[in-house]
């Protein structure tokens, strides 16, 4: 992200970030953007590493069992390679964040916890204003979909989170989801003070219910849009049809996905469907 | 004295060339002559070896140095190529399923070096043409299609046995080392503790669902390779559908190109299944597209190499594109390399690598379907080039091969090309001897060359070969850019040619000489700026290529001036005669002066040739000198034996001596010896003689006469200073002008002999003899004195065997 600072009309505010860290290449990308955004808003930026607990009682157990990938061969496990493997994975994590945060000339803490992973994050996430995070873990998954940890992050996190994912060019315009309702004019202002290329227009699509028509949408935006000097363009979106807001994403050069996290247009699966297709980061905005 | 023996009148010593007869003013006025003088046999014999186009029937051509071998095969082959066909085109290209044996492909004429710019030219295009369809979106999309059905797959897979892991309170777990099995409990790995505390049943039957689900997993893990091979086999399917796609286009038009080549037609197909199989390599070839790639890229072109497209090369070994006719090579540089071609190797990291794109053709590819000149001596001192030769030329086809490969030595990596079929016509230049030598040594040489054109020296000089003469010189005039010459010039010209024939009634065919001596006179017009040459000219070139060619000539005759070499020229001395010999100098040869003296004493018949002793004497002179044996016993002891002691020797004689023609002069030292009669030493004397005392025809008798004319006139002519030479060699007389002059004032004398009584009358003034009735001679004649000598000698020796018998009785007494 850009070290330019968030402009003065923005009610978007960050203090403090904290990005999940693995030693994934998705964890990366995430550490890249956290750092860019506290530069931005002049926030605090925190790196966190969870041990799974699920691993250390798998090292510990009397009966647990290893079958060797893609060998198959099956024996027992090995606790000192698992804690090995643990301990350099968490070493590399912090490494990555600290040479990031190095770059940009800001100082990065780092937390280390053991637990349930996700219900780890979620517990120091509350603690601040971001939760940064990558779209999959070290094992990835097939398509680009999200892995667990991220799922339940857009699902559950307390606060707001930003989903990053790798090569995504830092170019171009925040896309914002807007349905009308107070969570879509929250994530408005987080839009607002993202990074734009065209400082005088926001982009927004339009997604219509049945207390919101397009043209209320559209005239509520401009609305809110007026008083800061801004003009937006817009984009017509049916709930039934997201995978448009994907296309029209890549097709626009969207740098990032805003929406409220609490949209009820944007739940379940049409946020998973948002999460696996949308070739951009995806900022779920509480 | 037998008065019948004249001097020869001036007229005799020069076949002169009369410039009025010649019948024009200059050579420009001169037609050029068509054919070629004298060598008509010759030009039978390359034109039946040029035109029978049979396997063997290659032509030897051989004759003097400057016949003018090379210009009549080039005017007669350039004829015989135009009747020829323009022979088809040859390259060589890769060999896709054994490259070390690269294919060589015929095309009609002057298509190959088209054949190469369209296999450039697809390259080029393909390079451009496959990673656009690989970088395409629709490539991308079918791609990402498969990989995420692929990865779905095995997704689902693990996915369904780890939800059937859960119904049974087991997590499955995917850490680095693989998939972890454990009991679990409300999502939750149970901890050690907590499991301890479990009973014995509880956790025995935990430990076997987990042994059951392990099995299950390896089972699906076994399934694994077989899941990435289909996945692999859909990706290259798809690549495959891909490239063909790429390359179809270009393929197809290509193809339509060469459509009645079956051949090429072939080797398309070969490079389509290339190019289906090593798509990847096009692929290389640009930008990595992400620092795995780039490095996944050096690695590989670490162990093999960046990919290479040099496969798709054409080599061109043999292109006739504008060639109306056969070709005609004259290979001047007949090495192994450059006549059977060589294979070429780079160097690569310190090892020697080669491809069919090394092969380099030799003047074998380049003549085949015409014809190949080369020079006989410079072939044969070649090594290993006559041996492969003759096996090309049997075999009817060119192999390339190193020349370690030639002498069966191992070598670095190479090739093994295959052959092309040969149809050629090959005419070795050469000299006599090395015909000779190779149709009496080599068996293979008859069978191979069956065909010998065989050059004159020389050519008879009659009104109508003058007149052709005449013509060859203005064509050779005009071939170099001379100046034209004028009638006298042409005659002088003529005249020296029958001097470089020996022989006054011959022309030599050297043609070479001539060019020479015309490109020299024309140098001496030009400093005399002169727009025509004319005889002084002629001459002054001549007399200068003399000059530059005689320092040898000059030390020695300074030699005999100043007394190092002991030559008298006046006076008469017993058994002393001045001989003639020639020392040859490459294209110079000069006539020397030498004394021989002979000295006899009583003995028993035997000859000593000190020469042959030392062996100095080569086998003609010692011939020469036993026939001497025979005419002395023939003569003058036909009825008592020959009872003679004789030594013979060429005084201050430091090198070889060889050749009879100075047998007569031993034969004249002898019976002056014997006779104890005195011999002029104003004379010498050549020729050779046989046993019945007929002096026979020698060589060089022009440099002989002029040897003894140059020290005499040094010395100052007297008059009385003369030659004998055999009558027989009258006819080859073409002396220096001076020489003529000199006879003309009677200050020199040339005498021809036919035998040795006219040579003994003029050598000693005597009359020689005539045998009357029982063989005796005349008292007051040469041959009464020698048989008188020769008749004491055998009466001594049988008084000297008599003593020795009466003393062997007495002592057996």
Not at chain 1, 143 to 150: F, H, I, K, L, M
Not at chain 2, 84 to 106: G, I, M, Q
Request: charged share 25%.
């Amino acid at each position: 992200m850009p070290t330019k600072k968030a402009p003065a009309e923005a009610k978007f505010a960050l203090h403090r970030i904290m990005v999940a860290m693995d030693s994934s290449v998705h964890a990366q990308a995430a550490a890249e953007a956290a750092v860019g955004l506290a530069v931005r808003f002049e926030a605090v930026v925190e790196g966190l590493f969870v041990e799974d607990v699920n691993l250390i009682n798998l090292a510990e157990h009397p009966v647990g069992r290893l079958v060797s990938f893609p060998s198959g061969m099956a024996g027992t496990l090995d606790r000192g390679a698992l804690e090995r493997y643990i301990r350099n994975e968490c070493r590399s994590a912090q490494r990555a964040l600290e040479t990031v945060a190095n770059r940009r000339g800001l100082r990065a803490g780092f937390r280390i916890l053991r637990g349930r992973v996700d219900s780890e994050i979620f517990a120091a996430a509350s603690e601040a204003d971001l939760l940064v995070l990558g779209l999959a873990g070290r094992s990835g998954s097939s398509r680009g979909r999200p892995g667990s940890v991220a799922l339940a992050a857009a699902e559950r996190a307390p606060g707001s989170v930003l989903i990053y994912r790798t090569g995504v060019s830092p170019s171009g315009n925040p896309l914002l989801c807007f349905d009308g309702l107070h969570g879509s004019v929250k994530a408005l202002d987080a839009a607002i003070s993202l990074p734009r290329e065209n400082n005088h227009e926001i982009r927004v699509a339009l997604i219509p219910s049945e207390a919101f028509t397009v043209t209320a949408l559209r005239e509520r935006v401009e609305e809110l849009l007026s008083d800061r000097g801004l003009n937006a363009s817009f984009v017509e979106c049916a709930p039934q049809n997201l995978d448009q807001l994907c296309k029209f994403a890549a097709s626009a050069g969207t740098n990032a996905i805003v929406l409220a996290a609490k949209s009820p247009v944007l739940q379940g699966e049409g946020l998973r469907r948002i999460l696996a297709d949308a070739n951009c980061p995806l900022l779920l905005v509480r | 004295m037998n008065q019948s023996i004249k001097p020869l009148a001036s007229a005799d010593l020069y076949h002169r060339c009369a410039p009025e007869k010649l019948g024009f003013r200059t050579t420009d006025e001169l037609e050029d002559i068509s054919g070629f003088i004298g060598q008509q046999r010759a030009v039978e014999s390359i034109e039946f070896g040029t035109n029978i186009r049979r396997a063997g029937y290659n032509v030897f051509v051989f004759g003097p140095p400057g016949a003018g071998k090379h210009t009549l095969l080039r005017h007669h082959l350039n004829e015989s190529a135009v009747a020829l066909p323009v022979p088809v085109d040859w390259c060589y290209v890769n060999n896709f399923s054994t490259p070390h044996k690269p294919r060589a492909l015929s095309l009609p004429s002057g298509r190959a070096n088209g054949f190469r710019e369209d296999m450039e030219r697809l390259i080029g295009d393909l390079k451009a043409a496959i990673p656009a369809v690989f970088e395409s979106e629709e490539y991308g999309a079918r791609r990402q299609a498969l990989v995420d059905e692929f990865k779905e797959y095995q997704e689902s897979e693990f996915n369904a046995l780890r939800e059937r892991a859960n119904e049974k309170n087991v997590a499955l777990i995917h850490t680095p080392q693989g998939f972890a099995l454990a009991p679990m409990e409300d999502g939750q790995v149970i901890t050690r503790e907590d499991f301890d505390k479990w009973t014995a049943d509880r956790q025995k039957e935990v430990r076997t669902r987990i042994q059951g689900l392990e099995n299950q997993l390896q089972e699906t893990m076994r399934k694994v390779p077989l899941w990435e091979r289909d996945h692999r086999k859909k990706l290259r399917q798809l690549d495959y559908e891909m490239t063909r796609y790429a390359i179809g286009h270009s393929m197809n038009e290509l193809r339509s190109s060469y459509d009645a080549l079956t051949q090429v037609l072939e080797y398309f197909d070969e490079v389509e299944r290339d190019l289906l199989e090593n798509y990847d390599d096009f692929l290389a070839a640009r930008e990595p597209a992400s620092p795995q790639m780039a490095i996944a890229i050096a690695v590989r072109n670490q162990f093999s190499g960046p990919p290479s497209f040099r496969r798709f090369q054409v080599n061109v070994i043999a292109d006739h594109a504008g060639a109306d006719r056969a070709p005609v090579i004259h290979e001047d540089m007949p090495k192994h390399a450059t006549m059977f071609g060589r294979i070429e190797h780079l160097a690569q990291f310190g090892a020697l690598t080669t491809d069919f794109n090394l092969i380099k053709p030799g003047a074998l590819h380049e003549a085949n379907g015409g014809f190949l000149v080369v020079d006989a001596r410079k072939l044969l001192t070649q090594p290993f080039v006559w041996e492969e030769l003759k096996r090309a030329l049997q075999s009817r086809e060119i192999r390339i091969q190193g020349l370690y490969e030639a002498m069966g030595l191992p070598s670095t990596v190479s090739l093994d090309p295959e052959p092309i079929p040969l149809d050629l016509k090959v005419l070795l230049v050469g000299e006599p001897m090395i015909y000779y030598l190779l149709s009496s040594l080599d068996p293979e040489f008859k069978t191979l060359f069956k065909v010998a054109a065989d050059f004159e020296y020389d050519t008879s000089r009659n009104d109508e070969s003058t007149e052709l003469y005449a013509r060859l010189i203005g064509r050779l005039a005009r071939q170099q850019k001379l100046k034209p010459l004028d009638a006298p010039a042409v005659a002088r010209a003529i005249e020296h040619a029958s001097r470089l024939a020996a022989d006054g009634e011959k022309l030599t065919l050297r043609v070479g000489l001539i060019d020479d001596l015309l490109t020299e006179a024309d140098y001496w017009a030009g400093q005399s700026k002169l727009s025509i040459i004319g005889a002084k000219e002629v001459q002054k070139a001549i007399d200068a290529a003399t000059r530059r060619a005689d320092r040898l000539r000059e030390r020695s005759l300074e030699q005999i001036r100043r007394g190092d070499v002991i030559i008298d020229t006046e006076g008469a001395i017993e058994g002393q005669v001045n001989a003639l010999s020639v020392v040859s100098l490459g294209d110079f040869s000069f006539g020397k002066p030498s004394r021989i003296t002979a000295r006899v004493r009583l003995g028993q018949g035997k000859l000593v040739d000190i020469e042959r002793e030392v062996e100095l004497g080569g086998p003609l002179h010692s011939k020469g000198v036993l026939i001497l044996t025979g005419y002395l016993g023939e003569a003058y002891a036909r009825g008592f034996p020959l009872a003679l002691a004789a030594s013979l020797v060429f005084e201050q004689s430091y090198a070889g001596v060889d050749g009879d023609s100075a047998s007569s002069s031993e034969l004249y030292a002898l019976i002056s010896a014997i006779s104890q009669v005195p011999i002029k030493q104003c004379f010498a004397v050549t020729g050779s003689v046989n046993q019945r005392g007929q002096v026979q025809a020698v060589g060089g008798v022009n440099e002989k006469i002029e040897g003894f004319f140059d020290l005499c006139r040094a010395r100052g002519l007297s008059g009385d200073h003369g030659v004998l030479i055999p009558a027989a060699n009258v006819k080859h007389l073409m002396l220096r002008g001076e020489i003529v002059e000199a006879v003309d004032r009677g200050e020199f004398s040339i005498y021809p002999v036919e035998t040795i009584d006219q040579g003994i009358e003029i050598l000693t003034g005597k009359p020689a003899g005539e045998p009357g009735e029982g063989g005796v001679f005349p008292e007051g004649t040469v041959n009464y004195l020698v048989q008188r000598q020769l008749a004491e000698f055998a009466i001594l020796a049988r008084a000297a065997a008599g003593d020795k018998n009466d003393a062997n009785e007495e002592s057996a007494g």
